[in-house]
Nanobody
């Protein structure tokens, strides 16, 4: 059973920082792109940042210069360092990973999501 488990969410004042972590566990051959998404109340889930296995990154315009995504391939872990947080960053943050698995004799991709972690920024 493969899964992504996020941690690091919480309550912080505007201007503060938080660091999210997401660990992929289970029988995983490798991991392609990993990323963070978020969902504001009553809105659709949106991209925050992604990082490829080679380290190439992509950010939403709203977080550029404030958030940094990184990963530790040896630990199957992706991080999101969030600085200069704003009240509009309040959302549930989800980890996503394109996992490469061996199932039923075949190598296959599995697009996997974590359960989400709440980030609340007070003004």
């Amino acid at each position: 059973q493969v899964q992504l488990v996020e941690s690091g969410g919480g309550l912080v004042q505007a201007g503060g920082s938080l660091r999210l972590s997401c660990v992929a566990s289970g029988s995983i051959l490798s991991i392609n792109t990993m990323g963070w998404y978020r969902r504001h109340p009553e809105k659709q889930r949106e991209l925050v940042a992604t990082i490829t296995s080679g380290g190439s990154t992509n950010y939403a315009d709203s977080v550029k210069g404030r958030f940094t995504i990184s990963r530790d391939n040896a630990k199957n872990t992706v991080y999101l360092q969030m600085n200069s947080l704003k009240p509009e960053d309040t959302a549930v943050y989800y980890c996503n990973a394109d996992l490469i698995l061996f199932r039923s004799g075949y190598v296959r991709n599995d697009d996997t999501w974590g359960q989400g972690t709440q980030v609340t920024v007070s003004s």
